[in-house]
T-cell receptor
Framework: DAGVIQSPRHEVTEMGQEVTLRCKPI?????LFWYRQTMMRGLELLIY????????DSGMPEDRFSAKMPNASFSTLKIQPSEPRDSAVYFC?????????????FGDGTRLSIL | AQKITQTQPGMFVQEKEAVTLDCTYD???????LFWYKQPSSGEMIFLIY??????QNATEGRYSLNFQKARKSANLVISASQLGDSAMYFC??????????????FGTGTRLKVLA
């Protein structure tokens, strides 16, 4: 079975550019999570969706960040304009049921470098 | 205050021996869940084991077991018969439901485990 698929795996871009990260959750999972991992701050939850609806976006750092989930099989995380401090590994995860013992299954992450 | 505390930034263990990775948590909720994930150097996050706050027995999954002490608010991961492939970063995580009514998911800072041959 295919796991959570993220693209691109690596992204290097210049400050000020728009960055779009993509995620395809596991089929049948109804919850999707976006995380950011840095050495300084560890793993932080940015936003999560349940049945395509954003439930908690309190972790989104600022208005430059936005996330959408137009359907059950696709989500995007967009940064506009990007800044060097946004450099991190961004993970997408999905789960069958976020409120039980069902774990979150993570994608391989997108390593983002903003120059 | 930290919600999830992993006090061991790094640990060493001899191959074939058991090792315990510590995790303490802070919550006022009665219903919560605790998870452990493994992150090898390749970067992916791998789910290992889950413990619910109402589970009376400690969770086990193969060589992994969770030493859950609810009164002490600790959920330590025990890896038995360590293997070289167990060398990785290990994260403890909690799912809780605060008064705001929105589930929260918090990860600890991780413990880097190195298994020695």
């Amino acid at each position: 079975d295919a796991g959570v698929i993220q693209s691109p795996r690596h992204e290097v871009t210049e400050m000020g550019q728009e960055v779009t990260l993509r995620c395809k959750p596991i089929s049948g999972h109804n919850s999707l999570f976006w995380y950011r991992q840095t050495m300084m701050r560890g793993l932080e939850l940015l936003i999560y969706f349940n049945n395509n609806v954003p439930i908690d976006d309190s972790g989104m750092p600022e208005d430059r960040f936005s996330a959408k989930m137009p359907n059950a099989s696709f989500s995007t995380l967009k940064i506009q304009p990007s800044e060097p401090r946004d450099s991190a590994v961004y993970f997408c995860a999905s789960s069958l049921n976020p409120y039980s013992n069902q774990p979150q299954h993570f994608g391989d992450g997108t390593r983002l470098s903003i120059l | 205050a930290q919600k999830i505390t992993q006090t061991q930034p790094g640990m060493f263990v001899q191959e074939k021996e058991a090792v315990t990775l510590d995790c303490t948590y802070d919550t006022s909720d009665q219903s919560y869940g605790l998870f452990w994930y493994k992150q090898p150097s390749s970067g992916e996050m791998i789910f290992l084991i889950y413990q619910g706050s109402y589970d009376e027995q400690n969770a086990t999954e193969g060589r992994y077991s969770l030493n859950f002490q609810k009164a002490r608010k600790s959920a330590n991961l025990v890896i038995s018969a360590s293997q070289l492939g167990d060398s990785a970063m290990y994260f403890c995580a909690m799912r809780e439901l605060p008064t705001s009514g929105t589930y929260k998911y918090i990860f600890g800072t991780g413990t880097r485990l190195k298994v020695l041959a």
